[in-house]
């Protein structure tokens, strides 16, 4: 079965510094993609990065880049000069032969 | 362009009653999908359509749940004989492609979600 593990239930990050969201998972899927999204207090999931399991390269997006470590199962989210509006729920996902998994999520708040 | 809608956005209810929520994909999106939040959780699946057939229904709870799509485009989820437990956030997500194969990477978005209360 596919699992998602988000062990941070909460970060705070001052603004202007970078941040680490952790996540690990488990699947027994050769090919599988990992997904981060953004849930603010409106309540929409906001797609924010993409990584697949053959890639060779992190995905980065803007302000935000995936470290991916294929051999420790980890698909760290990183977003760099953290921003007020940043302040969120962060949702990893992934999918392989099954429909999308996600984690419990971490709420981050940015601090001025 | 227009994202993902869904209507109403928020539905209050007495238990026992049943509720439609409806959910209109992007233009040219061929897979949907719904997805329940819980408060405080994660999301949990529910169901899947491509096109107006639903491949895996694993995700529904139980019988008095169902959902259709029509014309390949708009799907309505049926909650009947609602019950207090079936208070969450109900969410609808589309993508282009659709499926679970490998090498997918096909990218879901998401809708404003409908929260439902059962009283």
């Known amino acids: 079965a596919q699992k998602i593990t988000q062990t941070q239930p909460g970060m705070f990050v001052q603004e202007k510094e970078a941040v680490t969201l952790d996540c690990t998972y488990d699947t027994s899927d050769p090919s599988y993609g990992l997904f981060w999204y953004k849930q603010p207090s409106s309540g929409e999931m906001i797609f924010l990065i993409y990584q697949g399991s053959y890639d060779q390269q992190n995905a980065t997006e803007g302000r935000y880049s995936l470290n991916f470590q294929k051999a420790r199962k980890s698909a760290n989210l990183v977003i760099s000069a953290s921003q007020l509006g940043d302040s969120a729920m962060y949702f990893c996902?992934?999918?392989?032969?099954?429909?999308?998994?996600f984690g419990k999520g971490t709420r981050l708040s940015v601090i001025a | 362009g227009a994202g993902v809608s869904q209507s109403p956005s928020n539905k209050v209810t007495e238990k026992g009653k049943d509720v439609e929520l409806r959910c209109d994909p992007i233009s040219g999106h061929t897979a949907l999908y719904w997805y329940r939040q819980s408060l405080g959780q994660g999301l949990e699946f529910l169901i899947y359509f491509q096109g107006n057939s639903a491949p895996d229904k694993s995700g529904l709870p139980s019988d008095r749940f169902s959902a259709e799509r029509t014309g390949g485009s708009v799907s309505t989820l049926t909650i009947q004989r609602t019950q207090q437990e079936d208070s969450a956030v109900y969410l609808c997500?589309?993508?282009?492609?659709?499926?679970w194969g490998t090498g997918s990477t096909d990218t879901q978005y998401f809708g404003p979600g409908t929260r439902l209360t059962v009283l």
């Open positions: 996902a992934m999918r392989g032969n099954t429909p999308l998994v």
């Open positions: 997500a589309s993508s282009s492609q659709g499926g």
